[in-house]
C-alpha cells in the first residue's frame, strides 16, 4: 500500500496528499467515472481533498463549479482552474449550477455536508449522480432519480501508480498546504482544523 514520490513533488507534498489523493481521483474517476464534457458541483473544493479533486475534474475535461466560503475561498478555487466558483454558505448555487448547466449538472462531490450540499443536490439534472466519501455528515438525504454513492479511498500498489500519473500529467499541479507544524506541537494542528477554513492541508513535520 505505498507508492513512489512523483518526480515533481517533494517528500513533505507527497505526504501532505498520500490519502486525500487517492480520495479525490477516485471520486472522480471510480465513483462518478466522469468524462471530458461532463459537468460537475464539487461542494468544499477549498479543502483538502476538494483542492486535488478540482484538478484531476479538470484533467479529465470536466466542467466544474466550486462551492468554497468568503472571497479568498472563491479566489483560490478559481486559480485550480475552477469554471466557475460560488459562496456556499451564502452565494447563489442554483444561479451557479443554471449558469454552467441549463439543464442540470451531471454530478455532485460531496466533501461536505449541510443545507448548501442539499442546494448542490437540487441542482442536479434527472438521473444525475452524487458521491461522497464516508466521513461526510450530515450525510446527504436520499433522492428520488438521484444515484448516491459513498465510497471510500482504497490504498494500494496500482492506485498509488494512477494518482501518480496524473500528477505527472498535470503540468502545474498545486499542493495545497496551510500550515506546518512540528509533531510536538499536533494539539495546536488539531485546533487550527478544528478553527475551519482552512485551503489544502495541515501538516505535521516528524522530524
Given at each position: 500500500r505505498v507508492g513512489h514520490v512523483p518526480s515533481s513533488l517533494t517528500l513533505r507534498q507527497a505526504g501532505a496528499i498520500a490519502t486525500t489523493g487517492l480520495t479525490a481521483i477516485q471520486g472522480i474517476d471510480d465513483a462518478l467515472h466522469l468524462k471530458a464534457g461532463d459537468t460537475l458541483i464539487i461542494h468544499g473544493a477549498s479543502g483538502g481533498v476538494g483542492s486535488l479533486a478540482l484538478q484531476f475534474a479538470k484533467l479529465r475535461g470536466v466542467r466544474v463549479l466550486a462551492t468554497a466560503t468568503g472571497e479568498d475561498g472563491l479566489a483560490f478555487a478559481k486559480q485550480l482552474g475552477a469554471d466557475a466558483a460560488v459562496d456556499g454558505r451564502h452565494g447563489d448555487i442554483a444561479g451557479g449550477a443554471h449558469a454552467l448547466a441549463p439543464g442540470g449538472v451531471d454530478a455532485v462531490l460531496a466533501l461536505a455536508g449541510g443545507d448548501a450540499l442539499?442546494?448542490?443536490?437540487?441542482?442536479?439534472?434527472?438521473?444525475?449522480?452524487?458521491?461522497?466519501?464516508?466521513?461526510?455528515?450530515?450525510?446527504?438525504?436520499?433522492?428520488?432519480?438521484?444515484?448516491?454513492?459513498?465510497?471510500?479511498?482504497?490504498?494500494?500498489?496500482?492506485?498509488?501508480?494512477?494518482?501518480?500519473?496524473?500528477?505527472?500529467?498535470?503540468?502545474?499541479?498545486?499542493?495545497?498546504?496551510?500550515?506546518?507544524?512540528?509533531?510536538?506541537?499536533?494539539?495546536?494542528?488539531?485546533?487550527?482544523?478544528?478553527?475551519?477554513?482552512?485551503?489544502?492541508?495541515?501538516?505535521?513535520?516528524?522530524?
Open positions: 442539499e442546494r448542490c443536490i437540487d441542482a442536479l439534472r434527472p438521473g444525475g449522480q452524487m458521491a461522497f466519501p464516508y466521513g461526510v455528515e450530515p450525510e446527504p438525504r436520499a433522492r428520488a432519480g438521484v444515484r448516491s454513492i459513498r465510497y471510500n479511498a482504497i490504498p494500494g500498489v496500482k492506485e498509488f501508480e494512477r494518482l501518480n500519473s496524473a500528477i505527472t500529467a498535470l503540468k502545474e499541479f498545486a499542493v495545497p498546504i496551510e500550515a506546518q507544524f512540528p509533531l510536538a506541537d499536533a494539539a495546536r494542528a488539531q485546533e487550527r482544523v478544528e478553527a475551519g477554513h482552512i485551503h489544502g492541508k495541515i501538516i505535521l513535520q516528524v522530524r
